[in-house]
């Protein structure tokens, strides 16, 4: 603590992210980043703008960025904002949309930057406690004070609503927003987009880190009524005219556009997944119905934390989260075959000794 | 207005950046870029880095450039905060040291962001009329009830404060924060950190999209005493795990290193605009004294106004600020000897006419 640290800044518990371990050799399971790289053309579109315009501030309103993800859509280019990762994009959303003073809901277990973004910014939340099964229980979103998030699918569970149980939420939230955080819908689940011309409180968050291999690169969107849209501009416009430099402008548009790769990447991953939770159940494991580029796991005798530490020891990553209801279990993100026919090998050694 | 707009949605007033033609045939002297290219090393060192990591996560510690940063001002890599761009490096410091009901000192002339800033997180400021002769009146900026802020070299004047002026201001606020915003230090002014060992208080910001020729790339750091970097990171990780991408991580390290490129560079800059103003005082121009990488200019007879819009007729962009006591200035950013001819060539023509 400092005597110079603003009350907010005393208050705040900062987000603390998985490790992001230097060494090239580990097999890298922790922060679902996608196995495959970006598609080559993403590569050779950054090539072509390293020149000399780096000297010159990018679009401060992206426009061809924005105009690539209308396109791929069908949305006009006015129901879209961008900003570096859906971090940021999560981040000018609480700040546009909520108020303190009234309870913000989403599930009480989820991606656990919500509170830290309601704690910055000093508003009131309410954690939904999900179903003994892991599923949100959705009438409880009912009349939200003061609007809602969640993620679909949810995170770390990788379990999908349907866009009826989405349409009921928005439905009984008309005076408030509704967040439907997409990080990881390209992987089964359905997006909200098509809700977007119905419901006029949804907003949707999407992020080129998944799905397009591109974590490095920092680019993640909104997609929404105008009026939402609107409100998240005077937000980054208050806060920094450049959110998102050249080569991140350049690299998300063509990663967009690359359609073929992105299909080919993703089915690749959703049938990995499959597979890799049938051996799980075969080795006893819980294995929750995944709609993401992860699994969610408890074996039914070995506690998750002593299979963490040896695959560890082991140089695979996963992540555990010390957190009641789900310390039993780990977070696997989807590798190529080959790291999930090590990772399995390991798990196989760990839970049979 | 929206009803889904939270009350500092509807409160604020966004900043305007200055114009980004697409042309590519303009002169672009209106937002203060650096004329000549980014280092070719750090173009390679970017390239270097368009590979398949490209899908992983940055570091979110970002200790490589960090680490380049504290070497080349010799201070500690724990004196060191980075982010994207020195805005949000100004945005995350108005929250982290900086709160409601108590008024916030800067120059009632100066970087137009402040203000909008402070409206965004509900922070009280005041404005401290600069003298006739556009100076920063030092004393008044003594016990700042919340905290001050100022660049060095003032924008859009130009105009530098000495060490011994900063470390007063210091030294009658031991209280409270004192950022001082060097944006524009590189091109002759003194910077302030020498006086971090001295001054607990004191947070330098300063950016690499001026003299460093990366504005497209969108990277800025703080230096200060290890608790005001604390709280910066506390902030920071409160909102986005990753504010540079990989890209700028590499390039920002690199641009760093290399100091002849810098200095070269820069002196050209220097060099460029003591002729042009010379030859701007010859035109009947009054030229405030300017350590910056621009001039803030007003002619004997002929409106700026219409100076401002025949340059653009022909092409030649510069800065008009429609506010009080400066509507008879333009801000012309420095560019290179040729496009500076043809700018003093144009403006002969406009005030002779």
Redesign the interface.
Known sequence: M????????KR??????GE?PRSTSVI?LN?N??????SPK??DA??QH???????????TADDLKQAIAKYFNVNEKQVFVG??S??VL?FSF?????PGRDILFPDITYSFYP??A??YGLNYREISLTEDFTIPVEQFYDAPGGVIFPNPNAPTGIALTLESIERILKHNR???VIVDEAYIDFGGDTAVSLIPKY??LLIIQTL?KSR??????IGFALGNE??I??L????????????????LA?GKVAIEDVDYFNETREKIMATRERVAKELKNLSFHVLDSKANFLFIRHDTVPSKHIYEKLKEQGIYVRYFKKMRIDQFIRVTIGTETEMDSFIQAVKSIVQN
Chains 1, 2 share one sequence.
């Open positions: 400092s005597k110079y640290w603003s009350h907010i800044t705040i518990e900062p987000y603390v992210p992001q890298k922060t980043e996608n196995p495959y790289p970006p993403v590569l950054i090539r390293i020149n000399e315009d780096l000297k010159l501030y990018p679009s401060p570096n990762g971090d940021e981040a700040l546009a949309f909520f108020n830290v973004y704690n910055l005076e408030k927003v006029e409180n880190s291999s591109l974590a490095g690169m920092r009026q939402l609107e409100g501009e005077r937000i980054k416009n208050s806060f920094n005219s450049y959110t998102l430099d050249r080569l991140s690299a």
